[in-house]
């Protein structure tokens, strides 16, 4: 079996910041995504909604392939690659029992505010990544007012939030797994095979909890789901093979903004006092971030301004010996 060719993955501020600009972009298209999904339930199910994000979004990432060639979708570590997209899947259902049980569309994103915490964490010891300590202290930021969000006796301490807390270990470990697999897999690959995962998930599902009904208007929300879906991992999986898992984390906290706006739009659904508080505690953990990321961005083009005489003078010596 021939051994994959890998792709070194780098860590500086400029591949950081368009890291970052996709992951933000890709975040925006998952809100919209998941506003469509939870305006579907109570018609599709939960078998209905995985089947239908599945197909959908697979289909989407196909055509997306289908230009720069099919074999893009082919993946080089089959194991890694089944093992994320069932991970994946496993999230996703939970996050769709707990709107299911009545949890708002910004209240779930507060929660979701714990993968960063657990994401920065989990890659050192399965990226090897380096822990700045300022992407630390930002991310210890974040959790304190994930802490704020969800703490016992609080407005989002019930069942609901508790099932979509779960899944917050598994979002974490598909993050970590998608910067892993950037070494070997096209974004395409990734995206193809993580909603694809969602179609034996439900068609699992639908032997217990069948689908109450297929109206049209579900059906096109659900297709709706699936084209964000399908675009937004592409993109995710494009920004995670630029940046590390440190520099990108914090940006989960961005979902509070965008699940805010659909959730109020769709739904009249407002984040309760506790999301808010916490809310701004977060946001201010991954501003700051990104103002570092910004300022290594211009360090590093200064020293490259810096390094290029030397680097002439180094070149025209080499060529001056070469001529005695």
Same mark, same amino acid.
């Given at each position: ?5 890998? *792709? ?5 501020? %400029?591949?950081?910041? *368009?890291g ?11 809100? !919209? ?12 199910? =939960? ?5 239908? @994000? ?9 055509? &997306? ?12 570590? /089959? ?5 994320? #997209?069932?991970?994946?899947? +496993? ?13 708002t569309?910004p209240?779930s ?13 989990l ?7 380096? !822990? ?8 210890? =930021?974040?959790?304190?007012?994930? !802490?704020?969000?969800? @703490? ?11 099932? +979509?807390?779960? #899944?917050?270990?598994?979002? %974490?470990?598909?993050r970590?797994? +998608?910067?892993?697999?950037? +070494? ?5 690959? &990734? #995206?193809?095979w ?22 049209? =208007?579900?059906v ?6 699936? &084209? ?9 999986s494009?920004?995670?093979? =630029? ?11 961005? #979902?509070?903004? /965008?699940?805010?706006?659909?959730? /109020?739009v769709a ?12 809310? %701004?505690?977060v946001?201010?953990?991954g501003?700051?971030? !990104? ?6 961005? @211009? ?6 301004? &810096? ?9 025209a010596?080499?060529?001056?010996r070469?001529?005695?």
């Amino acid at each position: 079996m021939p051994i994959p060719v890998r *792709r070194v993955l780098h860590d500086t501020g %400029a591949d950081n910041v *368009r890291g970052i600009g996709l992951v933000c972009g890709a975040y925006l298209l998952m809100a !919209l995504g998941d506003g469509s999904v939870k305006w579907a339930l109570p018609a599709i199910g =939960l078998a209905g909604a995985m089947i239908g @994000r599945g197909v959908f979004g697979a289909a989407t990432v196909a055509a &997306l392939a289908g230009a720069r060639g099919w074999g893009r979708l082919r993946p080089v570590r /089959w194991g890694l690659v089944a093992l994320r #997209s069932a991970v994946h899947s +496993t999230s996703s259902l939970l996050y769709y029992l707990g709107w299911q049980l009545g949890l708002t569309l910004p209240d779930s994103y507060a929660i979701n505010f714990s993968a960063p915490l657990l994401m920065t964490a989990l890659a050192v010891p399965l990226l090897h990544e380096r !822990l700045h300590w300022r992407r630390a202290a930002s991310t210890a =930021l974040g959790f304190a007012g994930v !802490l704020v969000m969800v @703490r016992p006796g609080g407005e989002l301490w019930n069942m609901a939030a508790l099932v +979509t807390l779960a #899944s917050i270990p598994l979002l %974490a470990v598909s993050r970590n797994l +998608t910067r892993l697999l950037a +070494t070997t897999e096209t974004p395409e690959c &990734l #995206s193809f095979w993580l909603l694809a995962a969602h179609v034996p998930a439900g068609l699992l599902l639908w032997a217990v909890l069948p689908i109450p009904s297929l109206p049209w =208007l579900a059906v096109a929300a659900v297709a709706a789901l699936g &084209l964000a879906n399908g675009v937004a991992h592409w993109l995710h999986s494009r920004a995670f093979a =630029l940046a590390p898992v440190g520099a990108l984390a914090p940006y989960e906290y961005t #979902s509070l903004l /965008w699940g805010g706006v659909v959730g /109020w739009v769709a739904f009249r659904e407002l984040p309760s006092r506790d999301a808010l508080l916490g809310a %701004a505690i977060v946001a201010a953990a991954g501003l700051y971030n !990104l103002h570092r990321e910004q300022v290594r961005k @211009r360090e590093e083009a200064r020293l490259g301004q &810096l390094a290029a005489p030397e680097a002439v003078a180094a070149a025209a010596a080499m060529v001056h010996r070469g001529r005695e």
